[in-house]
Each structure stands twice: as C-alpha cells, then as structure tokens.
C-alpha cells in the first residue's frame, strides 16, 4: 500500500475512501509504511492497530548480501563481468530510474543478452507479458524500477544485482527478497559508487551487519576504467563544436580534392581521346603521300633512262619526243644565250641597215 500511494494513485485511493461509509472498516497491508506515507495513513484509518510479522531490517537467511565498488563509467562493463561469472539464467536487476533501467536493458540486448525492462512507463499488459516471458525462459534478464521490488511474485530468481543503490534502504530489503525465496538460495550484489557510499552506510545499519565485496577474479577493474575514460574522451571530443568544425572543414577539403583529381583525369582522357582522333586522321594522309613518292620514283627509273621518250604526237602524226636532259643542257649554254643573260646589247643586223639607210637619205638631200 505504501508503494501504490507514493507512485501518484493517492487521488484514486481519496476517492474511494470518500464513497465508503463513515462507520467502515479498512485494513491496510503494507511490506513497509514509510514516514512520509504515515499522515496518509493516519488520514484514512481510525484508531488502527499494528501487525507485525517481521522486525524492520529483517533479511531472509537464505540471500547472500555482497557490494562491489566501482566507478559510475563502469557500471555497465561490470554487470556484464558478473553476468559472465555468474551466469544469467534468471536475474533481476534494479535500476533507480526509468530511462536507466530502459539504457541498461539496451546495452544488454546488443550485447546478446535476452532482456525485458519495466517500469511505470509500461502498461499492465506489457509488465504482466514481460514477467511471462520471464517465467518461460523466452527472458533471462528482468531489468526494473522498484514497481517490482513489492508486491510482484517472481519465482525462481537466481540472483539480484542493484545496478543503482535504492535511494532508501527499505527498498533494499524488498529489492533483493525477489530472490533466495521458498527455501532456495539467492545472493544479492549491489554495485556502490563514490556518490553512493551514503547509501551503503543507511543500507548497512538497517541490515545491521557489514556486507562484504565480491570477488570477480577475471574482472580487471583498472583496465576497465581506463577503456570507459578513453570511450569518455572520445564522445566529448565528438560533441565538441570545434571538433566537429575542425572535421567538417577536413571533409570539404577532402571531397574537393577528390573532385579535382576527378576532372583532371577526365580532362586527360579527352585529350587522350583526341590525339588518337587525329592520329587516325593523319595515317591515310601520309599512307597516300608515301605511295605517290614510291609510284614516282618507278615512273623515273627503267632501261630508258637519259633517252628519248615519246611524249605525243605532233603535226601529221609525228610523234614528239622529250628529249634527253643532257641536250637541253646543251641548249642554254649557246653562246648566244651566255651573252645575254650576261646583259649584252650590242646592235644586230638589222639595226646596222636601218643606220645605212638613214645615212644615205642623209646625203642625197
């Protein structure tokens, strides 16, 4: 009763005891009645008298009680640790808050493991079908708020871990009174943090002994801190905003370069394309140029050489005839020829006549 007033149905439970009738009988059962749910209590009932089965503190004989110390980084490589070593065939684990039992049900899942979470956050339908699951052996692992720490049977548990320490220590004892239940054997490990060693100390008194820690021989804690403050580096480096400018600016220079070098190959291939277009353009050119040279030069040589070569025919038939090289040679040095293409201009014949000519018309007059 006290959990169901405290987790907000205080309003639904006024209601109710507001249509029963004045002159009414109302028995209240409750694992605990916290100090701040007492002046509800009191509100509600008239003149009650108190049962009480169990002293307050009482844990069962049958649970083993131990705390492992461990940073907050850690916690979730530790529970893994124990679950390894211990095994994880039924196990409840109690986490303080909703969003931390449903994270630790996550990194569970992706680690392999078969777990379930419930919390307030969940539906009647849904914790009912978790727990379900859980007594088929579909679930190993029950990861929870304390909604299941009271009043939820759950058989056969092996072990319970307290990810988190209850913010009360009464809760503690309900926590780990799922398991070591109808005479079987249970034990209970608490994981206790810097910030959580108050918790230990309440937790310690109301039990009314000193709880020893558990020994993980494979598990290397140092080690483990070490790779959980590196992970830490890491993800706030990446949640840098200079960090994350730094790689933007490096991936823009990258994706440029990468288009450069992208066009500059395509830039060779066009230029590769085309030399090898002109290359196949200029062969037939020069295939040609070399068979009118070689059809020349067999045109020129034979047994004719120097000689005379028909070439025509002239007038009446006759055929022309090339004459050799050597004679016209022999034409341009006449002596006529040299004289002139020296400049001679000495007067010819004619020229001489016409001079006779003017003298004598000179002489009859």
Request: hydrophobic residues 35%.
């Amino acid at each position: 009763a006290d959990r169901m007033l405290d987790m907000g149905f205080l309003p639904s439970v006024k209601k109710i005891v507001a249509a029963t009738p004045a002159t009414r009988q109302t028995l209240l059962f409750s694992a605990t009645i916290d100090k701040s749910i007492q002046g509800v209590v009191k509100e509600m009932l008239r003149d009650p008298a108190t049962v009480q089965i169990a002293r307050k503190g009482d844990v069962a004989e049958t649970v083993d009680q131990y705390i492992i110390r461990v940073p907050h980084s850690v916690k979730h490589t530790l529970l893994r640790a124990v679950l390894e070593e211990k095994g994880a065939d039924r196990v409840v684990v109690f986490a303080r808050t909703r969003s931390r039992a449903d994270t630790a049900c996550k990194k569970l899942r992706r680690a392999g493991y078969a777990a379930e979470a419930i919390h307030s956050d969940r539906s009647q339908n849904q914790r009912r079908r978790a727990l379900d699951r859980f007594a088929a052996g579909d679930v190993n692992i029950i990861v929870a708020t304390d909604v299941l720490a009271r009043g939820i049977d759950v058989d056969q548990v092996d072990y319970v871990v307290n990810y988190d320490a209850p913010d009360q220590a009464e809760d503690y004892i309900h926590r780990i009174g799922r398991t070591g239940r109808a005479g079987q054997r249970g034990f209970a490990v608490t994981f206790v943090t810097p910030e959580t060693e108050g918790e230990l100390r309440a937790i310690e008194k109301l039990v009314k002994q000193s709880i020893p820690e558990m020994q993980l021989p494979n598990f290397d804690l140092s080690a483990a801190a070490a790779e959980e403050a590196s992970k830490a580096i890491v993800g706030r480096a990446k949640r840098d905003p200079e960090v994350n400018r730094v790689k933007r600016d490096l991936a823009n220079k990258a994706q440029k370069s990468a288009e450069q070098a992208q066009q500059a190959a395509e830039e060779a291939g066009r230029r590769k394309q085309g030399a090898s277009k002109r290359r196949k353009k200029a062969k037939p050119i020069a295939n040609a140029e070399s068979a009118g040279r070689a059809s020349g030069a067999v045109r020129g040589s034979g047994a004719g050489a120097g000689k005379s070569k028909a070439v025509g025919r002239g007038r009446g038939g006759a055929q022309r005839t090339r004459k050799p090289a050597g004679a016209q040679v022999d034409k341009q040095r006449r002596p006529g020829s040299a004289a002139k293409a020296k400049g001679d201009v000495r007067p010819g014949r004619a020229h001489r006549a016409e001079v006779q000519r003017a003298r004598s018309r000179k002489r009859s007059r």
